[in-house]
């Protein structure tokens, strides 16, 4: 049984990872010819973001129907074949669970609409207020969170697109569905579940206005969530040890990610939250522009890594994912540092206390691919925003610069492969453009040159399953005040792991005054001539070091 601490996960999103038949949209076939890629990276499990049968609004986070894959992607027994030769090659698979909401066009929805009272229980439907919606609250890809529906002179709830209805959880015939759904994939041999906006399915007895705010506060970690957690888990992947499960958790606390992690809690293995990936966001807005705060990125690291330590909770480790931009675009270096900035963010996250999940591309440095025109974008989201921000009078290059930085998609154009026509993703035309710089930046290139990104991944990877340290240490966050460096040490029995990580181009100094070390080595670098320890040393632009000491004098 694998321990998933020691564990990587290694998150494909389908569409835009393999194309095997030319369609231009990926696949899974394509996600099988990849295997030995992913083999020789070295991850234990594979996620992938939901493949079932959907309009595709919002790319499958819009499930029409839980049970088949949407024919975009295969088949169930292409899907078969992909679990079947991942096991043979030692991965695992984790799948995408969306169960705060359906799309419109599932069943339920279609039932509900057409009056059937059983299916609008379903769903959350409410009266308007004088002509208003419910409540004021706001929808996470902007405008109203309710839709208003003629024929029953009512509104429902999206606090997503309008075409993502949330499910009603107080009604156990939802419930018992969902159980369904978890226990059919469990029954086709999954082995790990990640549960898209979990911490969002409890919504507040009372619908209210939020005068402080878009209305979250009301329905995040709502009142019943724990209790709806544990139920889940007793009546599906609980019964199987072996399952692991991780949770997104959208504004949420350590509090809270405490409680849903803790293993005595029986709910979820471990969780997701996204503090650290707002710190560049202006007064918390994510449509602005701004350099990321970095202190406020290491008092985020500080709160959650010693937070969940202290009780007993455990985190998912990550920078990218299919809705962040790229992170070497965003906290490292596109230009002459690239490559030791790609590195230094790897080992910067995985040696923390928490389970570290890599995004394809994430491996060999992947940037944002730097659109220039509204048209090259297929998000939803981000083409709301486009409109909401046109409303708002801002001008057209700004807005256009802004989605440059913030939009998702920069994480969803096509896997950089090679260098041949569009990065090797497809033999037909993709159904988003491929990165600007695929030509260098790319998996053939990568793997040809042994002190690539890729192989400083892989690197990590390895020294997981071998230094308990890195899975087991307490975490204390170190240098607190230092202006350029994150630096954290772990410490396990006689062992202690020093990391030091230079998030700037400026060369710094480090003083670790109470460095007195009989013996140190050097565990992972990105640098062929990093210093030794000692209490006083300078990091070059980007450099970031972990030493493994035996014993502290
Ligand atoms: O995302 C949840 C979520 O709130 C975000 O990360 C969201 O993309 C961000 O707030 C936008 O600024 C999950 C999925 O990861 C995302 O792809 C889906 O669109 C969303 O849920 C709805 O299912």
Not at 119 to 148: C, D, H, L, M, V
Not at 239 to 246: A, C
Not at 251 to 280: A, G, R
Not at 373 to 393: C, P, T
């Amino acid at each position: 049984m694998k321990d998933f601490r020691k564990s990587v996960v290694y998150q494909i999103y389908p569409r835009s990872f393999n194309d095997s038949n030319g369609d231009g949209f990926g696949d899974l076939r394509g996600v099988i010819e990849k295997l030995d890629y992913l083999k020789e990276l070295g991850v234990d499990y594979i996620w992938l973001t939901p493949f079932y049968i959907s309009p595709q609004k919002d790319n499958g986070y819009d499930v029409a129907d839980y049970y088949h894959i949407d024919p975009s992607f295969g088949t169930m027994k292409d899907f078969e074949d992909l679990a079947h030769e991942a096991e043979i090659r030692g991965i695992d698979l984790m799948l995408d669970m969306v169960f705060n909401h359906t799309s419109t066009e599932h069943q339920w929805f279609k039932k509900a609409m057409e009056g059937e009272e059983k299916y609008k229980n379903f769903y959350i439907f409410k009266e308007g207020r004088e002509g208003q919606p419910p409540t004021n609250w706001i929808s996470k890809f902007g405008g109203s969170a309710w839709e208003y529906v003629e024929k029953f002179d009512q509104y429902y709830l999206h606090l997503f697109d309008v075409t993502q209805g949330d499910l009603d959880w107080t009604n156990s015939e939802v419930r018992e569905e969902i159980y369904q759904v978890v226990n059919f994939w469990l029954e086709k041999g999954v082995k790990g579940f990640r549960l898209d906006v979990i911490n969002l399915i409890s919504k507040p007895h009372v619908f209210e206005n939020d005068y402080l705010g878009d209305g979250r506060r009301f329905y995040t970690d709502g009142p019943n969530i724990h209790t709806y957690l544990k139920e889940l888990n007793e009546r599906s992947f609980g019964q199987h040890p072996d399952v692991i499960t991780v949770g997104e958790m959208s504004s949420t606390s350590v509090e809270q990610c405490i409680k849903y992690s803790n293993p005595t809690e029986k709910e979820l293995s471990m969780v997701f939250n996204f503090h650290h990936l707002k710190v560049d966001y202006k007064d918390g807005d994510k449509w602005s522009l701004m350099d990321f705060d970095f202190n406020m990125l290491k008092s985020i690291f500080k709160e959650w890594q010693e937070g969940m330590q202290a009780g007993n909770g455990w985190s998912a480790v990550f920078w990218c994912n299919h809705d962040q931009p790229r992170i070497v675009s965003r906290f490292g270096d596109e230009g002459e540092y690239h490559v030791q900035s790609a590195k230094m963010l790897a080992t910067s996250i995985h040696l923390m206390r928490g389970t570290p999940y890599i995004y394809q591309g994430e491996e060999f440095g992947m940037k944002n691919p730097g659109y220039t025109s509204i048209n090259q974008y297929r998000d939803v989201e981000s083409i709301n925003y486009y409109h909401i921000l046109k409303e708002q009078g801002v001008d057209e290059e700004q807005i256009l610069k802004i989605l440059r930085a913030k939009s998702r998609d920069n994480s969803r154009t096509p896997m950089q492969w090679d260098k041949s026509a569009h990065a090797g993703f497809t033999d037909g035309t993709p159904w988003i453009e491929v990165g600007a710089t695929y030509e260098s930046v790319n998996a053939t290139t990568a793997l040809a040159h042994e002190d690539s990104v890729f192989y400083h991944y892989k690197k990590l990877i390895q020294l997981r399953k071998k230094y308990d340290i890195i899975s087991e240490g307490q975490i204390e966050i170190i240098l607190d005040e230092h202006p350029q460096v994150l630096a954290y040490k772990r410490q396990l029995d006689n062992q202690t792991l020093i990391v030091l990580n230079n998030f700037y181009q400026q060369e710094i100094n480090v003083e670790l005054p109470q460095t007195r070390v009989s013996s140190s080595q050097i565990l992972i670098s990105n640098y062929s001539d990093s210093p030794t320890l000692s209490e006083n040393l300078i990091l070059r632009p980007y450099e970031s070091v972990a030493y493994l000491i035996m014993k502290t004098l």
